[in-house]
């Protein structure tokens, strides 16, 4: 985490009166609503905005920045709150834009796969909107993200291995850029080469370069036929080489989700299961049954040449809820492993070929260390997380906690990967960019940055270093 101090704007009355004048009671200033918006779901400590205003559509919010911006008043957009790395703390003040009753689905087209929806719109509201049309959206980050959220921090999930992360399934925005105009990105054909590709660079920006509206997804037809599995396997070694060889083999697996022993022993716990306390996979397939039986088939035969033990199989829909049900509380399992501790949730990314290295040092520094760590991942594309359990509170646990998560990233960039494959970087782990990408890379992105946003309004301290140090908040050049 960066131990970077802050300079708070004063949000002039003007200002407040202005937004007020415009939004009614959908401006709050309430302390509660305040400290609610000033803080994720992640460890980190809150920093509550000046004012939060609730906006209805993309006209609303370009109003509110076009007021923002005539005050060179700090903007922070809003979802759901539930990003990881302090994406939503208004570290220098100002306006919390909430964009969460922004949630109708504008338009689905069920010949094209596609969809339009506002930023607000949750990932399962989408698909529970879409259960009858035969589509579904297959992002699925542990929590109940927004749209918005998942666009601007570019997350995946479970299914990332076969579908992709956000970066593959966003096909158009529409942006309030930060002087407030309205900008769309893209229309809906699923290529072209007509100019830079404005939705890449907003898809991942975490609010730092305006403010994401609506969105244009790619959807896919609800498969004919899901079989779902689990395994155990004795090493880790053993569970990340099966991986390998059915990626390798070019099977088109849904999902490849990892637990270590005592993921599985909390796991077990929380929601009541049996699994054997080992390294274990989760897998899902997708498809048509004979395609989904041949997959199957063939990745047990893998797992059992690297000693897994017998597949417990869940074909049936209930069945194959339960299991993914238990992965997606993961992060809460963990946390009655010591309950009355909070959780540092991170995560890195690395080949796939360097996947049971990362994984075997971080559980052995995990191991070495007087703290509790729980490592699971979606290792068909690398990417794994751990949860360490600290009190906050105790200087000594928050050094160690820090120590173990910069080691991990540290060992991660190493072996040729990223600080962050979905939690992104917001601020706290904005210390990690330079070694990441390099100081001119890092040049390149600032002056991207400055050329958008040249009073530094948009969602300051985040996602790109150095930049409170080049000029104050306002001041153009």
């Known amino acids: 985490m960066s131990d970077r101090q802050y300079e708070r704007i004063e949000t002039p009355e003007s200002l407040i009166s202005a937004l007020r004048e415009l939004l009614g009671d959908r401006l709050s200033t309430?302390?509660?609503?305040?400290?609610?918006?000033?803080?994720?779901?992640?460890?980190?400590?809150?920093?509550?905005?000046?004012?939060?205003?609730?906006?209805?559509?993309?006209?609303?919010?370009?109003?509110?920045?076009?007021?923002?911006?005539?005050?060179?008043?700090?903007?922070?957009?809003?979802?759901?709150?539930s990003s990881l790395e302090g994406h939503v703390a208004a570290l220098r003040g100002g306006i919390c834009i909430d964009v969460s009753q922004m949630n109708q689905i504008l338009e689905v087209n069920n010949e094209d796969l596609d969809c339009r929806v506002q930023a607000g719109v949750t990932r399962e509201q989408l698909n529970d909107y879409l259960r009858d049309t035969g589509l579904f959206f297959p992002i699925d980050p542990g929590a109940n993200a927004s749209i918005g959220g998942m666009t601007a921090t570019r997350a995946s999930g479970t299914n990332a291995v076969r579908y992709g992360t956000m970066r593959e399934n966003v096909l158009s925005l529409t942006v309030v850029t930060p002087d407030g105009k309205i900008i769309k990105t893209a229309n809906r054909a699923r290529k072209s080469s007509a100019g830079y590709d404005l939705t890449r660079l907003f898809v991942g920006s975490e609010g730092t370069l305006g403010v994401i509206t609506e969105i244009g997804l790619k959807l896919y037809g609800i498969p004919e036929a899901m079989s779902a599995a689990v395994c155990a396997f004795p090493t880790v070694e053993d569970a990340v080489n099966t991986v390998i060889l059915t990626i390798q083999a070019g099977i088109p697996v849904?999902?490849?989700?990892?637990?270590?022993?005592?993921?599985?022993?909390?796991?077990?716990?929380?929601?009541?299961?049996?699994?054997?306390?080992?390294?274990?996979?989760?897998?899902?397939?997708?498809?048509?049954?004979?395609?989904?039986?041949?997959?199957?088939?063939f990745v047990q035969s893998v797992a059992e040449e690297f000693g897994a033990e017998e597949f417990q199989w869940a074909t049936r829909q209930e069945d194959r809820n339960k299991l993914w049900?238990?992965?997606?509380?993961?992060?809460?399992?963990?946390?009655?492993?010591?309950?009355g501790k909070a959780g540092m949730p991170t995560d890195v990314c690395v080949p796939i070929s360097k996947l049971a290295e990362a994984i075997s040092e971080t559980r052995a520094d995990c191991d070495a260390s007087p703290l509790t760590c729980t490592i699971i991942g979606h290792v068909g594309d690398g990417n794994f997380h751990t949860l360490i359990l600290l009190d906050p509170e105790d200087p000594a646990q928050m050094e160690e906690a820090n120590r173990l998560h910069k080691r991990m990233v540290e060992r991660a960039l190493k072996l040729g990967g990223t600080c962050t494959g979905e939690h992104g970087i917001g601020y706290g782990k904005l210390d990690f960019m330079v070694t990441e990408h390099g100081e001119d890379t890092i040049a390149v992105m600032r002056a991207i940055k400055n050329a958008l946003d040249?009073?530094?309004?948009?969602?300051?301290?985040?996602?790109?270093?150095?930049?409170?140090?080049?000029?104050?908040?306002?001041?153009s050049h």
């Open 30 to 81: 309430a302390a509660s609503v305040l400290e609610q918006h000033g803080k994720d779901e992640s460890w980190h400590e809150a920093s509550p905005p000046d004012a939060v205003v609730f906006a209805n559509s993309t006209e609303e919010v370009a109003e509110v920045v076009k007021l923002c911006a005539a005050h060179d008043v700090p903007i922070v957009p809003f979802g759901t709150g």
């Open 325 to 339: 049900a238990a992965r997606h509380k993961a992060y809460y399992a963990s946390l009655q492993l010591e309950p």
């Open 254 to 297: 849904a999902r490849i989700e990892f637990l270590d022993p005592l993921q599985v022993r909390a796991v077990n716990n929380y929601s009541k299961l049996d699994h054997k306390e080992a390294p274990t996979l989760f897998f899902e397939f997708h498809g048509t049954e004979a395609g989904v039986k041949e997959q199957a088939e």
């Open 454 to 475: 040249p009073k530094g309004l948009m969602n300051p301290g985040k996602l790109i270093p150095g930049l409170d140090i080049i000029r104050p908040i306002g001041i």
